[in-house]
């Protein structure tokens, strides 16, 4: 299984991005999908998730309002639209499925898959 993150890149505080994760499996459907990340110097920090269907989604606090989570099923791709971007927002984000059905965990321990991260600079 390959979980493949692209989108990140530098932007001015105030800015927007949107990161996309590509699944190379057809059974991506079923899969819980989250975006995590980490900063320099920080343990790895739960961002967003999403259910299966796109019905439900998770967000952490420090970004309620201001990151979406969505999926396309029949692209097999997660994404997170990152607006108003802050400079503590900056850091390596990576995608990861849970391929158990219809939980929803922000638990990155329970993640079975994981892509090679993205980094986001945000400038003040």
């Known amino acids: 299984v390959q979980l493949q993150a692209s989108g990140g890149g530098l932007v001015q505080a105030g800015g927007s991005l949107r990161l996309s994760c590509a699944a190379s499996e057809l059974t991506f459907s079923i899969w819980t999908m989250g975006w995590f990340r980490q900063a320099p110097g920080k343990e790895r920090e739960f961002v967003a998730a999403i259910n299966w269907s796109g019905g439900s989604t998770y967000y952490a606090d420090p970004v309620k309002g201001r990151f979406t989570i969505s999926r396309d099923n029949a692209k097999k791709t997660v994404y997170l639209q990152m607006n108003s971007l802050k400079p503590e927002d900056t850091a390596v984000y990576y995608c990861?499925?849970?391929?158990?059905?219809?939980?929803?965990?922000?638990?990155?321990?329970?993640?079975?898959?994981w892509g090679q991260g993205t980094l986001v600079t945000v400038s003040s």
């Open positions: 990861a499925a849970d391929r158990t059905f219809g939980i929803v965990t922000t638990e990155s321990g329970e993640y079975d898959y």
